[in-house]
Nanobody, 114 residues
Framework: QVQLVESGGGLVQAGGSLRLSCAAS????????MGWYRQAPGKQRELVAV??????NYADSVKGRFTISRDNAKNTVYLQMNSLKPEDTAVYYC?????????WGHGTQVTVSS
């Protein structure tokens, strides 16, 4: 069984920064993909960033502002969010994909005020 626990969300003014963390526990394999998704009110959940080994991919809307990284020793993935905009307001979910199984965290709220 795999569990994902996110932390680091909160309220920040436009232009500010936040760092999200997601700690994975249980049967974690090294060759997995970990990522961050977000869902704003009334919108579908969308991919924000994903990291597979050392390869990363970002949504166009966050390129140059967000950075995803991971600490394999801690089974933790991070999302550094800079230059935040009001449109970044959403619930952010951590995701782990391994052995053709998907796991989700419960989400952490990020609110960016203008």
């Amino acid at each position: 069984q795999v569990q994902l626990v996110e932390s680091g969300g909160g309220l920040v003014q436009a232009g500010g920064s936040l760092r999200l963390s997601c700690a994975a526990s249980g049967s974690i394999f090294a060759r997995n993909a970990m990522g961050w998704y977000r869902q704003a009110p009334g919108k579908q959940r969308e991919l924000v960033a994903v990291i597979i080994l050392s390869s990363t991919n970002y949504a166009d809307s966050v390129k140059g502002r967000f950075t995803i990284s991971r600490d394999n020793a801690k089974n933790t993935v991070y999302l550094q969010m800079n230059s935040l905009k009001p449109e970044d307001t959403a619930v952010y979910y951590c995701n782990l994909n391994q052995l053709n199984s998907l796991y989700w965290g419960h989400g952490t709220q990020v609110t960016v005020s203008s």
